[in-house]
């Protein structure tokens, strides 16, 4: 059987899911920007602000065209949070790297650990849940739809730093220092949230199959 061509393929996907296939191809300029940036004039900075605005803005596109157009998919609910956390884990690393942060706003980082681990946290808790239930859950959380929002204001904030500082009294500094530590606070509590509705959804699934046991049983 011959495979569809690509055309073909990229034909078949939904608006939403294009938008997070071309979110995830954009990152790759976007990293590599940021890793020449303080080699060069404010060019490259501008433009990876560029890159990342546009992604930031199809975030939010995908989303609502994907509920105007009912056009919600499982590939979208699985492609979307994918984009999603990894051009917020580059982001964050490459803020905290000497050779690639941006100066008066190196990104700390405790604050690049909780961001990676929430997400690497929410990773492996929809693994497990695949593998107990056998059932896929994406269910997103006020706290993760926060933290997302907040980290993408956050980078934005950090990459304009320079500018904002020319306003005086270190503005650009001072809210870069701010919104990461909202950006912490919400990580923890995107988890914690992200946590409890892993184990209640076991926990579900476990009584639901309960019954089910109870009458093999009775029937041997």
């Known amino acids: 059987m011959n495979d569809l061509p ?17 979110r995830l191809l954009l990152i790759a300029p976007f990293v590599i920007l940021m890793l020449n940036h303080r080699q060069h004039d404010p060019q490259f900075r501008y433009l990876a602000l560029g890159i990342f605005g546009l992604m930031a803005v199809s975030d939010f596109l995908d989303g609502f065209l994907a509920r105007r157009m009912k056009l919600s998919s499982k590939l979208g609910a699985i492609l979307d949070p994918i984009a999603d956390k990894a051009l917020i884990i580059c982001a964050a690393i490459l803020l905290a790297l000497p050779e690639s942060s941006v ?15 929430k997400d690497l946290w929410v990773v492996a808790g929809f693994v497990v849940m695949v593998l107990l239930t056998r059932k896929l859950h994406v269910q997103p959380n006020i706290f993760g739809k926060m933290a997302t929002a907040a980290q993408l204001l ?19 500094t001072r809210l870069a220092q701010v919104l990461w530590s909202v950006v912490a606070a919400l990580c923890v509590l995107a988890a914690l949230t992200y946590t409890r ?7 579900a699934d476990i009584k639901h199959h309960e019954p089910e046991s109870r009458e093999d049983k009775m029937s041997s």
């Open 197 to 203: 509705l892993g184990l209640r959804f076991v926990l």
């Open 6 to 22: 690509s055309h073909s393929v990229w034909r078949y996907l939904s608006w939403p899911n294009r938008i997070s296939l071309l």
């Open 154 to 172: 956050m980078v934005i904030a950090i990459l304009l730093n320079p500018e904002l500082n020319t306003l005086g009294r270190q503005v650009g």
């Open 103 to 117: 100066p008066g706003a190196i990104l700390p980082n405790w604050v690049v650990v909780l961001i990676v681990g």
